[in-house]
């Protein structure tokens, strides 16, 4: 599938492109609001500002996607491949990132709040600025991962690892400001 059989498709009303492979396709600004890309292939996708809120993009590999400002508010990334990919100010407000594989990811000033990224993988992960207020992180990998400036208010930390993470200036307790615990 091309990107104009994508736009048309989706503008007829259909939703379900599972397993499309778009890998390295340029689709900035688009919208895919609702739509399923279950295992889709998006290896080095150019997502830019994209709206893929409440998308189903479980299982899809993603890795090196450029997302940056892309909504994604809502959607369902359970068990993707976002390593290397760039999520920087994207929003991801309520999304699923359950087992999400998302190592050397950059999420500088992403929008993480209430986010589901249980064990997921951020080892290395680049979250400086990065809001994960109420985001759960149980048995998260954030090894390496740079957390500088982050706000982790209310977050569940619970078996997560933070070897060698870096969280110098982390908002960490929302009773005491600027606290590193």
Avoid: C
Avoid at 120 to 145: F, K, P, R, Y
């Amino acid at each position: 599938m091309n990107v104009e059989e994508l736009k048309q498709r989706y503008a007829a009303g259909e939703r379900d492109f599972s397993i499309a492979d778009l890998k390295g396709a340029v689709l900035e600004g688009i919208n895919l609001s609702g739509a399923v890309l279950h295992g889709a292939m998006l290896d080095g996708a150019n997502l830019q500002r994209a709206n893929l809120s409440q998308a189903d993009l479980s299982g899809a590999t993603l890795k090196g996607a450029n997302l940056t400002q892309a909504d994604l508010s809502s959607a369902n990334l359970n068990d993707a491949i976002l390593d290397e990919a760039i999520l920087e100010e994207a929003i991801l407000d309520h999304t699923l990132l359950n087992q999400a594989d998302l190592k050397a990811a950059d999420l500088q000033k992403a929008a993480l709040s209430e986010a589901d990224l249980s064990e997921a993988d951020l080892t290395g992960a680049n979250l400086v600025e990065a809001d994960l207020s109420q985001a759960d992180l149980e048995t998260a990998d954030l090894h390496e991962a740079n957390l500088r400036r982050a706000v982790l208010e209310d977050a569940n930390l619970s078996g997560a690892n933070l070897a060698e993470a870096m969280v110098e200036g982390t908002l960490l307790d929302d009773e005491n400001p600027g606290s590193t615990r």
